[in-house]
């Protein structure tokens, strides 16, 4: 979504940009429009463009999600 919120302003294209990878954001600024403006009525969601960093998102989450459970048993009041 950074590719969306640059601005001049913010100068993030020139630093952030080079170093986000494709598949881990929505590389598509017309499907990040979309996010934040919503869909024209009738035209369908573009998973393909979504599938990749829903992926990874999922499993980072929940592989954090994991970690805080195993140190919780670690770490209870027996």
């Known amino acids: ?3 969306f919120l640059a601005t001049p302003e913010n100068e ?3 630093l952030l940009q ?3 990878p494709d598949w881990m954001f929505v590389s598509d600024l017309k499907v990040a429009r979309y ?3 919503g869909l024209p009525l009738g035209l369908p ?3 393909g463009a979504w ?4 992926l990874f998102w999922s499993a980072f ?3 954090i999600f994991s970690m805080m459970v195993f140190m919780a ?3 209870r009041k027996e």
């Open 1 to 3: 979504m950074a590719r």
């Open 12 to 14: 993030w294209k020139l």
């Open 18 to 20: 080079p170093h986000l």
């Open 35 to 37: 996010f934040y403006e």
């Open 45 to 47: 969601i573009d998973w």
């Open 51 to 54: 599938a990749k960093p829903v």
């Open 61 to 63: 989450m929940l592989i």
């Open 73 to 75: 048993c670690i770490f």
